[in-house]
């Protein structure tokens, strides 16, 4: 899927696509939403002592002060509720390398976690390793928002690793980010 050109200025404003009572703004709002890189973390926890974990590309950093991060979840998500229970979340910021994990992490399989090296910290955040960046966080606070939740969580601790590439999303398609000479 690619993103469609500029309109051209003498079309205005008549190339607009209303979505409101449309049948298909579904479609046409998820290859619009798909013309804005984002990133991919995990999304990790234990529930009865196993890692369970999801994948999300609606990441975003909120504040400084205090430390807060943010994700939306599918309000129809089977993971969601495990990791809602889970007390403390580990956030992943995956690396070029983890187009493979993310599209595990983002199924319903059982064994999202085979062949990945985790780590979990003493309160139970789960971390995948070769991340960008690692998050300690509880959640905060959830705001229901139409289809999904926003999940605001508390970021208690951090480790970054800058020298990883982080993996990107966009026109649904897992890319990694290219170096250009300024």
């Not at 998500?77 to 187009?99: C, F, M, Q, Y």
């Not at 690793?161 to 990694?176: D, K, N, Q, T």
Request: charged fraction near 15%; glycine fraction near 8%; aromatic fraction near 6%.
């Amino acid at each position: 899927m690619t993103c469609e050109t500029a309109v051209p200025q003498t079309t205005k404003f008549s190339a607009l696509t209303a979505v409101a009572g449309e049948s298909n703004s579904g479609l046409i709002l998820r290859k619009a939403f798909g013309c804005f890189p984002t990133g991919v973390v995990a999304v990790c926890g234990l529930a009865d002592g196993h890692p369970v974990g999801m994948a999300a590309s609606s990441f975003v950093p909120v504040s400084l002060d205090p430390a807060l991060v943010a994700f939306c979840v599918q309000c129809s998500s089977n993971t969601w509720p495990k990791l809602e229970s889970a007390g403390r979340l580990g956030i992943s910021v995956l690396g070029e390398s983890h187009d493979i994990a993310a599209r595990r992490l983002a199924s319903r399989a059982q064994d999202k976690f085979d062949g990945l090296d985790v780590v979990t910290t003493p309160d139970g955040a789960v971390l995948i390793d070769g991340a960008s960046v690692w998050l300690d966080c509880t959640i905060d606070s959830v705001v229901p928002a139409g289809d999904h939740a926003i999940v605001l969580l508390k970021v208690h601790a951090l480790v970054t690793r800058a020298e990883i590439e982080p993996l990107v999303f966009h026109g649904s398609a897992f890319r990694v980010l290219e170096k250009v000479a300024v």
